[in-house]
Each structure stands twice: as structure tokens, then as C-alpha cells.
């Protein structure tokens, strides 16, 4: 066997390996359902509690109604990134992993080409399924959209990509802490991070709002533009992905630095 061969034997007994991790664990799909079923939940009682007689129609949001579960469903695809590594580290499975691919960047490329195509898929399935029952129920008060309409067959492809870069920062912040607890609390920190900001820096028209993640994924999923220190949806796209990257660049680097 070539050498050529044998590398592409190992990258795909590599991303086999993974894979098996994946769905062999059953928390994988209970926190999946937890997520789905959490999303759901918020948005029938959101929208079942929403009060039409003084709502100002021309800046409602019938796309963000709809995922008003995804306060906590970001978290649960973050903390889904974040066990994809840490687990491993908490059984000593990692060091059987990296002794048999001892380039250690390969092994979280795998993983994230895995979690990040388990949590894409997951999130676009949660954010289309969220929407058209939102708008069903949105129908009955004549509030609902359609994909058809400006802006929101985007809105709501980018909420399930959110799902995505979640999973990514995730995985990125358990390969550099390595504990869980440590991981799910730095990915916790998405939440405090507009609050910080905001202390740091109360000028309405300051420009360090537009680096919040926070901020940022709630804009490529909304239809009305939001008041506030928002950035612009072409941005948060940016901002979105750079958070992603930086987390995945400090776990490469980190990763070959440290003892499994």
C-alpha cells in the first residue's frame, strides 16, 4: 500500500472512529430532543402569551418569535461541542485516541467536521421545524411570514448556522480547558457577554457591540433590524465565524502543546 493510501485509509478510519462516537452515545440524541422539544416549548408559550392589541405590527418579528427558544438552545449545542472533547479527557480515552493518530490536528479536524456537520444539520432541522410551527400558530393572530418573503428564508437558514458556530466554539474552548465544567461555563459566558459590554462601554453609539456573539447571531436571524448596538447582518456573519475560527486555531495550537 502507498503511502498516499495508507494516509487516506487512516483519515477515513479517523472520521469513521468519530462518527461512531457520535451516534453510539446516548446522550447525543437526548440532548438533540432536549433541544428540539425546549425550542418548541418556548414558542408555543410565547407565542400563545403574545398580546396583539398593542403590538406594533411594522416591527414585529415573526422569525425570531418563532425561535424564541434559542436562548437555550445555543447552549446545548455549545456544551454538545464541548463534551465532544472533554468527555474523552474525563474517561482517559484521549490518550488511546492519540496514540493511534498521533497528529493530534487531525483528530480535531475529525471531530469537527463530525459535530460541526451533526450540529449544522440539527440546528437547520430545529430552526425550519421551530418556524413553520411558529407560523401555524402565528396565522390564527395574522402575523405569520413565509419563506418567500424578504429576508426570512435567511433568517432562518442562519439560526440553524448559529446552532453550528455554537457547536464549533464549543469544541474548540473543551479542547483548551479539557474539563467540563470549565468548557460549559466559558461557553455560559456567550450569555454575560452583552452585559459586560454594555458596562464597559454605555455609549449607545459605541462600536464594541458589534464583536458580541451574542448580538450578532440574534441579528442573522431576525427580519427587523434592532435597536441598539446591533451590527449589521453582513457583519454578524463575520463575527459569527471569527469566534468559531479563534476557538478552533487555539485549540490546534494548544493541542499539540500540551500531554494528553
Known amino acids: 500500500m502507498t503511502t498516499a493510501n495508507s494516509a487516506l485509509a487512516l483519515t477515513r478510519g479517523l472520521f469513521a472512529s468519530e462518527w461512531t462516537k457520535v451516534r453510539s452515545v446516548r446522550a447525543t440524541y437526548i440532548t438533540l430532543a432536549m433541544a428540539a422539544a ?38 446545548v449545542f455549545g456544551v454538545l461541542g ?28 475529525a471531530k469537527a467536521a463530525v459535530i460541526g456537520a451533526v450540529s449544522l444539520i440539527a440546528g437547520e432541522l430545529i430552526a425550519f421545524a421551530a418556524f413553520f410551527a411558529g407560523q401555524l400558530m402565528l396565522r390564527e393572530k395574522h402575523l405569520n411570514v413565509t419563506l418567500t418573503q424578504a ?13 453550528f458556530i455554537m457547536a464549533m466554539l464549543g469544541l474548540g474552548l473543551g479542547a483548551v480547558i479539557r474539563h467540563t465544567a470549565g468548557a460549559v461555563a466559558a461557553v455560559g459566558l456567550v450569555f454575560i457577554q452583552p452585559l459586560i459590554v454594555n458596562a464597559m ?45 479563534i476557538a478552533l486555531i487555539a485549540a490546534a495550537v494548544m493541542i499539540t502543546r500540551r500531554s494528553a
Not at 408559550?45 to 445555543?74: N, P
Not at 468527555?87 to 480515552?93: A, C, L, P, V, Y
Not at 455609549?203 to 448596538?229: C, F, K, M, T
Request: aromatic content about 10%.
Open 38 to 75: 425546549a425550542t418548541i416549548a418556548i414558542e408555543v408559550f410565547t407565542i400563545a402569551t403574545l398580546k396583539t392589541s398593542h403590538l406594533d405590527r411594522t416591527h414585529f418579528d415573526a422569525v425570531q418569535t418563532s425561535l424564541a427558544g434559542w436562548l437555550i438552545v445555543q447552549l
Open 82 to 109: 464541548a463534551l465532544s472533547m472533554t468527555s474523552e479527557h474525563g474517561t482517559g480515552m484521549i490518550r488511546t485516541t492519540f496514540a493511534a493518530v498521533p497528529r493530534r490536528r487531525r483528530v480535531l479536524a
Open 151 to 163: 429576508g426570512v428564508l435567511r433568517a432562518v437558514l442562519a439560526a440553524g448556522f448559529y446552532m
Open 201 to 245: 462601554f454605555p455609549d449607545p453609539n459605541s462600536s464594541a457591540g458589534n464583536y458580541v456573539l451574542w448580538w450578532a447571531g440574534q441579528s442573522i436571524s431576525s427580519i427587523r433590524p434592532h435597536e441598539g448596538p446591533y451590527p449589521p447582518v453582513g457583519l454578524s456573519f463575520v463575527v459569527c465565524g471569527g469566534y468559531a475560527a
